[in-house]
């Protein structure tokens, strides 16, 4: 049995205060065996995620960790950008010394405002926008996984109502594609299980629709931002990407994907 999380915030995001070493603790507690911290990263100065990453800071903390945890817990380093397709050469720049094992794209903002901003817009627009931007972040970023592909939902949901699927297929469909063609995969964001949105980021629809096209690099992720979310939901997400088609999910190291079969996780 060897559960893997890759997706976790903490105290060097500027949305949470948890602490590294927390996060581990509560990693090994629940018989998770591999972890990544994703935190949030951007050079965009409208950005709210700017200015809070202090990486010399966040990659010794993770280096620490490693050495506490060597023997329970195997811990790897990686970021979630937003918007990485925009400012590209400065996310280059700054990126490319670190040796990173694992990076996620997300889009979090919608021409410099946060997504929740887009919804005085009717359902049907709000999402094509969003999704749009989706397109336009898998053609051009440096990422390994699209972090939880549908988030708009995440905030539109209550507000204008989740999107329909048939509705915005092409769309998606292209996405996926794109992603295929870049070797980028996607992952199973159990976080939406956790609220009322009861519902994994990305729909059952999206994740049945990336293995038909042939897509294979699947990675779970909590989105953990408090210590109690770690591994949160873990066995839904490997039942559910059983479900789907999928025989392995994947690892990062050095930002190589690399295969784990279900059968022997799940």
């Known amino acids: 049995m060897y559960l893997m999380d890759y997706h976790h915030h903490t105290n060097h995001s500027f949305d949470s205060i948890a602490s590294m070493v927390d996060i581990c603790k509560k990693a090994v507690e629940n018989k998770i065996q591999e972890i990544c911290f994703t935190e949030h990263f951007s050079v965009n100065p409208l950005a709210p995620t700017y200015g809070h990453m202090i990486f010399e800071k966040y990659l010794n ?3 620490y960790c490693q050495k506490q945890f060597h023997t329970r817990l195997t811990i790897k380093a990686g970021i979630e950008l937003c918007e990485p397709h925009l400012l590209k050469d400065q996310y280059d720049e700054t990126l ?4 990173l094992d694992f990076i996620l794209g997300s889009v979090h903002n919608l021409n410099n405002q946060k997504l929740r901003l887009a919804l005085n817009e009717d359902q049907p627009t709000a999402y094509k926008r969003y999704f749009n931007e989706l397109l336009s ?3 051009a970023a ?5 972090a939880h592909f549908d988030l708009m939902k995440r905030y539109a949901h209550k507000e204008i109502g989740l999107y329909t699927f048939d509705e915005h297929y092409e769309m998606i469909k292209q996405i996926l594609k794109k992603a295929i063609d870049r070797n980028i995969g996607i992952e ?3 976080s939406g299980l956790r609220t009322s949105l009861k519902q994994t980021l990305p729909s059952i ?4 629709l990336y293995k038909e096209l042939g897509g294979e690099i699947l990675t779970i992720g909590s989105d953990s931002h408090t210590v109690d979310d770690v591994g949160a939901n873990m066995t839904d997400a490997y039942k559910l990407a059983k479900e789907c088609g999928f025989n392995y999910v994947f690892t990062f190291e050095k930002r190589k994907p690399i295969p784990v079969k279900i059968a022997n996780i799940y």
Do not use: A, F, G
Not at 142 to 146: A, H, K, N, S
């Open 137 to 139: 972040m898998v053609s």
């Open 188 to 190: 199973i964001n159990t």
């Open 142 to 146: 440096d990422i390994d996984i699209i």
């Open 61 to 63: 903390e993770i280096r």
């Open 96 to 99: 490319k010394p670190l040796d």
């Open 205 to 208: 629809e999206i994740i049945t």
